[in-house]
């Protein structure tokens, strides 16, 4: 199995990526990934034994990734293709028709969109096997459409639906790693306290993820709501955990809301399973689009309450351990109140916090994913019909 990655520099699409692969081998699948070098994932690649063929730049029109990928997969013998991101729709389909080969190709959608262009919207369906949704909320997107014209984010207005043999739409819940994020109380855990300021007693709200203008995944929400709370939860403290080029406004807004000293941007954390045992209460006011977040998974798995939007593939996400409170979107007084409601509540214990960990590992587990992708595959290869062209 070849996975195309022609990005492979961060985000939740090249670890799920990445992270898939390493499963699927686990499972006996002979996968590799096809994707370019010197990025942060093709290292990643190489530190947990994943094979990379290193692919070359793109060029004009993507004419040398495709042309690369299309020997990879007439040399390889390879029985199936998957793409990953929506910059390599059209790049997977076009290398496994020049390849000459057969291959099975199949895509996975991680966002909760239709692909942009009207011709993948139109025809993609008709040149694939199989489109795998990260949620099932994102299969009813690309079935139905999406609308939600009062949202002030435009991109949330209409999302167009696609066309074509919708059986082809197939949902795999996306996985996180919950060998890694689980239930800790060591030192390493404690110095990540230490080195955000937190004393004992002190309760920590953190907001994971990037930041990028103008408003960020509801980080300037998460602010409002702490300054809602600055006078009536004196322990409280807000952490924005991540980077992007927000950053000069939080600072700005922590500012003016009064939150000095009570509200920091720690900047990136390289270690997030202590991150996620650091924070007491994950929020994540999510005002955009959201297919299946994997930071609810991960607080949640480490025992965490989580506060978030009820929008898009979030109740998904929150459903397996159901632990603190989904909340109107945009609703910075409803925010406030579930943030105080979790602030108050008696802390969990270990066990306690073991058996949100269970729920999490049994519903969405890197190997509950590679599993059930396996499966996907072997009916793929063992189905009468031939590929889709």
Known sequence: MLHLNSVLAGGGTDDQC????????????????????????????????????????????KLRLILAVARILRRGGHSIIHGHHGRDLWATVVAARLSGRRQRIVLT????????????????LGRIDLMICVSEFVAQVLREGHRDPSSPEVERHWRPPMHGDLSKLRVIHGGIDTTQFRPRQDATVAALRTQWGLAPGEFAFGIVGGFTAPRGKGHREFLKAAARLRETL??????????????????????????????????????????????????????????????????????RAVVASALDGIPEAFGAANYGQLIPAENIEALAEAMRIEAGRTPLILAERLVLHSKVDASFSLDRLAARTADTYRQLLTHTGGPTR
């Open 109 to 124: 959608r991680h966002l909760a969109k239709c692909p942009g262009s009207p011709a993948s919207r139109w025809f993609l």
């Open 18 to 61: 990445v992270r898939l692969v390493e499963g699927l081998r686990r499972c006996d699948i002979d996968a590799e990934i096809a994707g370019p070098d010197g990025r942060r994932f093709s290292e990643i690649c190489r530190a947990r034994g994943v094979p990379l063929r290193v692919t070359p730049r793109e060029g004009p029109a």
């Open 234 to 303: 004196p322990q409280g403290r807000f952490l924005i955990i991540g980077q992007g080029n927000l950053a000069e406004t939080l600072r700005s807004d922590i500012a003016a809301l009064g939150l000095a000293g009570v509200a920091q941007l720690t900047g990136h954390c390289a270690d997030m399973p202590a991150a996620m045992n650091a924070i007491d209460c994950l929020v994540h006011p999510q005002i955009g689009t959201e297919a299946f977040p994997g930071v609810v998974m991960e607080a949640h798995a480490c025992g």
